[in-house]
């Protein structure tokens, strides 16, 4: 049975967790953009590279459907349903951080046409989406850890303000691909 002061150390550890990753991803991001790109070479690795971008949004767009289906479960009181959907939730998110962070890696992001009358719309979706994608981290993390540690009552009061903001990430991520893949080099 886990006492007062284990618990008490159990959490501090996870918010030192969930701050330095808070900090930390969107800052491996940034720099994503402003080094120099690592060359991918030709032939199977470069194929591969240029199905990421759609991989990404296929990982966005499963989380978004996985968020509703986490959402019915707990609105149907499934505890156990519901813990198993955000956990692969976080999972795919997990993955799209890794290929985001491998594509930018070794790709130079595309543009999006100036003389495109929908930039304006575009560059709205994609300036939130990147917004809230910078703060939905640490909120997803609390989130979760308070649910591990099943402090449900400060759980609920947390997923009340994560569960749509990672949703409109999940959806927008989709949106964002789709208007962006035709101009994709490749």
């Known amino acids: 049975m886990e006492t007062t002061v284990q618990r008490e150390v159990a959490e501090k550890r996870a918010k030192i967790f ?70 692969s939730a976080l999972g795919l998110s997990l993955l799209f951080l890794v290929s985001y962070v491998g594509y930018h890696a070794t790709s130079e992001s595309t543009l999006f046409p100036k003389d495109n009358p929908m930039k304006w719309l575009y560059y709205i979706i994609l300036l939130t989406h990147i917004s809230i994608s910078a703060i939905i981290v640490p909120l997803v993390l609390i989130s979760y850890s308070r649910a591990l540690a099943q402090r449900y009552d400060k759980h609920r009061k947390i997923a009340k303000i994560t569960w749509p903001l990672w949703f409109y990430v999940a959806v927008t991520g989709v949106i964002v691909y789709l208007m962006i893949s035709p101009y994709y080099g490749f």
Do not use: Q
């Open 18 to 87: 969930i701050w330095v990753a808070s900090l930390a991803i969107p800052i491996v991001v940034a720099i994503l953009y402003v080094m120099p790109k690592i060359p991918a070479g030709e032939g199977a690795l470069r194929d591969f590279l240029n199905y990421l971008p759609l991989f990404n949004a296929l990982c966005n767009g499963s989380t978004a459907v996985i968020l509703v289906l986490a959402l019915v479960a707990i609105k149907k009181k499934n505890m156990k349903l519901h813990r198993n959907l955000m956990t």
